[in-house]
């Protein structure tokens, strides 16, 4: 340290002494804190018969200052929301009325800051199930966990949205090196919540900077192993807009820490020992969806149930025993559509690839050229020769191999010529890539949910080009629900205003490049998707 200055009194010395430093003045501008701020609380359902609001415990607070660039609120429970707008809503959950102190700070530039207290009466008549209390706490206090041994037990999705994990599905022990896995939540009877973390927790950069934890490692978006301790803080039930959920006070978190108003709406507690949370971030981006069990680790949890089909009677299939495609059930499509099939494919379809041998369908990728293309493959579809509303659809099949291969089983509306795409709605049973071989996918498109933006659903597969697997939909009024090798992974809710109310029409195909496809392997000659059979059941 005594080096240090006597190198900076030189430097100043040389400075002042022997160049005549010319002092400079920058000018800032003047930093001043947020004026004339207001806050209006709006307590939901308040009238002058009820004036402490409709008992939903909901209040709407809107926030206004000049000068001010985000606003703060910080409630009694320990818990906050940052908003720019200023617009928040909160949800008080203690049964009856009782009077909140909120405080309310705006920033401005150069984190200044001005901010006032508001009190605020709420009336909360809300009083949850027992039988949902009982499953949380048990005989007094039950301990939980997050469930890693399945997938889609950590993920992300819209805020909003009604498919857990649509953007992001974690597979089974994929998060086992970041410090979530090992922590335990224990809920207790006289409304404590305690966080065992061994030491470490896990969550989003820029928001476990709240915790003050120390260490850990940034990747990405997330920060894996913070330092940081056991702590207990204080738990409660509401239901607003009628969707039961639980809300920590303080830091309490599950899984992820993401700030925000530590609120998780329960989307599903129907499992003997399992529920399914999800929860807005701070920065209101996503929905952070957790799949949390009381079952002990190892135990192996509850045994899936076996799904239930409605539909028992076969109406269609095709078992590919011939040693050609059978015309009277299928049409050949072919060439390269427009923009590669609306996809960027990079093939050419011709019928020469679509083959009947050993009881398989084999639909066959090439690097050959044809027509101004450099690979070619095949695809076939059953418009105007079979098509149906509602049923079951089985596909037995095995992937092709390599880098850019994209192989798909799907099903377009039978209006498709009429309405065009997305209008007449898809069905996507199975896609799969040979640049992510462990996992495939299924979708839906829809108007507002198409292309980039349909609603997925994903999951693990193992050897999907050397054996194989059985690739189900299960298509009603109520819910679209898809399976492999029998078990349910993704479940979509039907509704009277989509398109899947009306026949469709099979398709199959193995597509090169495009986007799903990806990059193709330099070194891919050929490759081939094998189907053992497609059976429709209603």
Request: glycine letters at 14%; charged letters at 20%; proline letters at 3%.
């Amino acid at each position: 340290m005594k080096n240090i200055f006597l190198k900076l009194t030189f430097v100043m010395a040389l400075c002042a002494g022997l160049f005549s430093c010319a002092e400079e003045d920058y000018d800032i501008g003047e930093i001043s804190s947020p004026t004339n701020l207001q806050v209006d609380a709006a307590v939901v359902g308040q009238s002058g018969e009820m004036p402490n609001g409709d008992g939903s415990g909901q209040v709407t607070f809107n926030a206004t200052a000049d000068g001010a660039m985000t606003y703060k609120y910080v409630f009694e429970n320990g818990s906050s929301a940052t908003t720019s707008s200023g617009i928040y809503t909160h949800q008080f959950s203690e049964t009856g009325t009782k009077t909140y102190t909120v405080n309310v700070i705006a920033y401005g530039p150069g984190g200044t800051a001005t901010s006032m207290i508001v009190d605020v009466e709420v009336l909360v008549t809300y009083e949850p199930p027992k039988e949902l209390i009982d499953k949380l706490v048990g005989d007094g206090s039950k301990e939980w966990r997050i469930k890693a041994e399945v997938p889609g037990h950590f993920g992300l999705g819209p805020v909003g949205g009604v498919v857990p994990v649509e953007w992001y599905s974690a597979g089974a022990n994929e998060k086992a090196n970041a410090g979530m896995y090992d922590d335990r939540y224990i809920f207790n009877e006289d409304g404590t919540f305690t966080h065992i973390t061994n030491g470490t927790v896990f969550g989003r950069a820029g928001l476990i900077d709240q915790l003050g934890g120390s260490g850990g490692t940034v990747e990405g978006a997330d920060v894996l192993n913070l330092e940081f301790g056991d702590y207990t803080e204080n738990w409660s039930i509401s239901a607003p807009g009628g969707n039961e959920t639980i809300n920590l006070t303080g830091i309490g978190f599950i899984g992820y820490y993401i700030g925000g108003d530590h609120q998780y709406q329960i989307f599903d507690r129907s499992g003997t020992n399992d529920m399914i949370l999800k929860s807005t971030d701070g920065n209101g981006e996503f929905d952070w969806w957790f799949i949390i069990t009381s079952a002990e680790e190892g135990a192996g949890g509850e045994e899936p149930e076996e799904f239930q089909t409605e539909f028992e009677d076969l109406l269609w299939s095709d078992e590919f025993d011939g040693d050609a495609l059978d015309t009277d059930n299928w049409n050949y499509e072919i060439g390269n559509g427009t923009n590669g099939w609306g996809n960027g494919e990079v093939q050419y379809y011709t019928e020469d690839n679509v083959t009947v041998q050993d009881g398989n369908l084999v639909i066959t990728a090439k690097r050959e050229s044809e027509s101004g293309f450099e690979f070619t493959s095949g695809r076939i579809t059953t418009q105007d020769k079979f098509e149906f509303t509602y049923g079951r659809v089985e596909a037995r099949a095995k992937m092709p191999e390599g880098g850019g291969t994209w192989p798909a089983i799907w099903m377009l509306g039978a209006n498709f010529d009429e309405v065009g795409w997305p209008e007449t709605g898809e069905i996507d049973i199975m896609e799969w890539v040979g640049n992510n071989p462990g996992e495939t996918s299924s979708a839906l498109h829809f108007p507002g949910n198409s292309g980039g933006n349909a609603v997925v659903g994903r999951t693990p597969i193992s050897n999907a080009s050397t054996e194989f697997h059985t690739y189900t939909v299960e298509w009603t009024s109520e819910n679209i629900t898809l399976l492999l090798d029998g078990e349910v992974f993704f479940t979509f809710t039907n509704e009277a205003s989509l398109p899947f109310d009306k026949d469709f029409f099979l398709i199959m195909n193995v597509a090169m490049g495009g986007g799903l496809g990806g990059e193709i392997d330099a070194n891919f000659q050929e490759s081939s998707m094998e189907v053992d059979y497609v059976r429709v059941y209603q």
